[in-house]
């Protein structure tokens, strides 16, 4: 079946340490996302890539950091620097290419520091 | 760049009864527009999307959603709520010509017996 696996589901982080998300797609999608999501804020967007080799910052990029070294894997580090880490985190993908059609997202990543 | 405001951060309605979850944006050109569905703990899933043409666009589960050019709106209503139809409810937009998707804040539906 295709789509989008995020992993771990539940991820604890002692503070000062990083951490890093997982994300595999098997769609075939050229563009993929990070966003984090908290209560009453929405999905914010953290990292975006258009292409294997190249990502863009988004809203709130500081304190996290990304790779895009396949087209099929996104991973997100978040890094000791961020300074409110615990959040639950989503990731997506689309076709791109700007012919922009839905993103499609995994099942997330709920990360608390302790 | 791109914005998108849902004007409700939370919604109750009766069982049964109609729904309408609101949704505005800004965009200096044209755009994308999409409502998404969570359900606890989950991502988030595609009700429906406006691409170009028909402006009234009909989703997953009932719902539909009209594109308003002029008002900037993207509403999305449904005829008849069910207790299923509890979740959080997801307004976004991508300007064409680029991926970056944004979303809104989500608006809460609470569906009361």
């Known amino acids: 079946d295709g789509g989008i696996t995020q992993s771990p589901k539940y991820l604890f982080r002692k503070e000062g340490q990083n951490v890093t998300l997982s994300c595999e797609q098997n769609?075939?999608?050229?563009?993929m996302y990070w966003y984090r999501q908290d209560p009453g804020q929405g999905l914010r967007l953290i990292y975006y890539?258009?292409?294997?080799?190249?990502?863009q910052k988004g809203d709130i990029a500081e304190g996290y950091s990304v790779s895009r070294e396949k087209k099929e894997s996104f991973p997100l580090t978040v890094t000791s620097a961020q300074k409110n880490p615990t959040a639950f985190y989503l990731c997506?993908?689309?076709?791109?290419?700007?012919?922009?059609?839905?993103?499609?997202f995994g099942q997330g990543t709920r990360l608390t520091v302790v | 760049a791109q914005s998108v405001t849902q004007l409700d951060s939370q919604v109750p309605v009766f069982e049964e009864a109609p729904v309408e979850l609101r949704c505005n944006y800004s965009?200096?050109?044209?755009?994308?527009l999409f409502w998404y569905v969570q359900y606890p703990n989950q991502g988030l899933q595609l009700l429906l999307k406006?691409?170009?043409?028909?402006?009234l666009v009909k989703g997953i589960n009932g719902f539909e959603a009209e594109f308003n050019k002029s008002q900037t709106s993207f509403h999305l209503r449904k005829p008849s709520v069910h207790i299923s139809d509890t979740a959080e409810y997801f307004c976004?937009?991508?300007?064409?010509?680029?991926?970056?998707?944004?979303f809104g804040k989500g608006t809460r539906l609470h569906i009361l017996p």
């Open positions: 976004a937009v991508a300007q064409r010509g680029d991926d970056k998707i944004i």
């Open positions: 965009s200096s050109v044209s755009v994308y």
């Open positions: 997506a993908s689309s076709i791109g290419e700007t012919t922009n059609t839905e993103a499609f």
């Open positions: 890539s258009q292409i294997v080799n190249d990502f």
């Open positions: 769609l075939n999608h050229d563009a």
């Open positions: 406006y691409l170009s043409g028909s402006t």
